[in-house]
């Protein structure tokens, strides 16, 4: 017989934000996704937001903005890509202490990209700046590595 396990409130959301992230990332790095696909790829990503919202923490809040924004800007949804890359650089305001050095570089790669989606080619290399000397002071190898990959891939629209 299973042994039967008890989550409280908090730690059931943790859960599924963090599954809804993984499902997200996997239809990301899925090739030749179907209409379908990108349908559930977007809604794994709003439910991953909107757990890790309830979970509390402004910085799960602001990697579930960033999360979306990247969804929308792979699906050249450019205004929504847009707002929610705001939402995501808006967070760091007021919550760097909770922020590690990664999400502020993350923030601005979400609203260069947004930027870009959408043709603005001033506030796309403004932000691509912003995002690269954000992602030079990321104290941690692996993290800049990390930054780094996502900020050399993907579809940049011809502005990077």
């Given at each position: 017989?299973?042994?039967e396990t008890t989550f409280t409130l908090t730690q059931a959301q943790l859960h599924f934000a963090i599954d809804?992230?993984?499902k997200?990332?996997?239809m990301l790095e899925k090739k030749n996704r179907t209409a379908?696909?990108?349908?559930?790829?977007?809604?794994?990503?709003?439910a991953s937001l909107a757990h890790w919202r309830t979970a509390g923490a402004e910085v799960r809040h602001q990697r579930g903005?960033?999360?979306?924004?990247?969804?929308y800007s792979v699906l050249g949804e450019g205004n929504l890509a847009l707002?929610?890359?705001?939402?995501?650089?808006?967070?760091?305001?007021?919550?760097k202490s909770e922020m590690e050095d990664f999400?502020?570089?993350?923030a601005c790669?979400?609203?260069?990209?947004?930027?870009?989606?959408?043709?603005?080619?001033?506030?796309?290399?403004?932000?691509?700046?912003m995002a690269k000397n954000a992602g030079e002071a990321i104290k941690g190898k692996e993290d800049r590595d990390i930054f780094f990959a996502e900020f050399n891939g993907g579809n940049w629209n011809g502005m990077k």
């Open positions: 017989m299973a042994e809804f992230h993984g997200t990332w996997e379908e696909e990108d349908d559930r790829m977007l809604d794994y990503a709003h903005e960033w999360l979306v924004a990247r969804v707002r929610h890359a705001h939402r995501c650089y808006d967070l760091l305001e007021g919550n999400d502020i570089a993350f790669e979400a609203v260069a990209r947004a930027h870009a989606v959408n043709g603005d080619k001033a506030g796309a290399k403004k932000y691509i700046e």
